[in-house]
């Protein structure tokens, strides 16, 4: 069963507007909850991570995502898109079951008009 | 401090070859894993280790071997190629803690033919 979901295949936004991105996890615990990017022939980089405590995290390059228990998502934000934030977007989880195995979600692919 | 290298950035394979990929970090990270992404399904885990000697499958291990004799080396070996097993493939180490970061390596590109 999908652990991860991300309803988004592809947004386009421009540069200067804000963005979200979705995700919904299917878990009954709460697991550790993750946003990587990746760049065109890049690998991963890790935006956030939220474990425990306050419910907004906040990461690198300006992305911050709010972690909604009632709601089983944890949605990706930032308030003013650049063009450098073209690029794929993944959120995963760790169920804490097993050391480091992380769920991913199919990513979300962002694109941005100057 | 290079982090986390893979060997080759690219490779192609006829079906029935063989292959390893390879996978060296100098974080001292206790963790090792692979991943392959494929177009529209994020990335699943084929395999890892929770430190030299010792390695478990993931979501997808059919057809993939893997061994840990050393703490900075994880190789992965294709013993027969599919072409299903074209795909992106990735490694990544963590030190120990599942609150730790995960870091990737760049990837390695892989045709079957």
């Known amino acids: 069963a999908q652990s991860v979901t991300q309803p988004d295949i592809h947004i386009t936004v421009s540069e200067g507007a804000s963005l979200e991105l979705r995700c919904n996890y299917s878990?009954?615990?709460?697991?550790?909850l993750f946003w990587y990017v990746q760049s065109p022939g890049q690998g991963l980089q890790l935006l956030l991570k939220?474990?425990?405590?306050?419910?907004l995290v906040q990461g690198i390059k300006g992305f911050e995502a709010e972690f909604k228990r009632s709601q089983s998502s944890f949605n990706l934000r930032k308030p003013s898109v650049h063009w450098s934030d073209a690029a794929e977007y993944f959120c995963a989880v760790d169920r804490g079951s097993t050391l480091g195995r992380l769920y991913f979600g199919r990513g979300t692919q962002l694109t941005v008009w100057p | 401090n290079a982090g986390v290298t893979q060997t080759p950035k690219f490779q192609v394979l006829k079906t029935g070859q063989s292959m390893t990929l390879q996978c060296a970090q100098d974080?001292?990270?206790?963790?090792m894993s692979w991943y392959r992404q494929d177009p529209g399904m994020g990335l699943r885990l084929i395999h890892y280790s929770v430190g030299a000697g010792i390695t478990d499958q993931g979501e997808v291990p059919n057809g993939y071997n893997v061994s840990r004799s050393t703490t900075e080396d994880f190789p992965l070996r294709l013993l027969s190629a599919a072409p299903s097993q074209t795909s992106v493939y990735f490694c990544?180490?963590?030190?120990?803690?599942?609150?730790?970061?995960?870091?990737f390596g760049p990837g390695t590109r892989l045709t079957v033919l």
């Open positions: 878990y009954g615990a709460t697991p550790y």
């Open positions: 974080m001292n990270h206790e963790y």
């Open positions: 939220y474990f425990s405590g306050d419910t």
């Open positions: 990544a180490t963590q030190r120990g803690l599942s609150t730790d970061t995960q870091y």
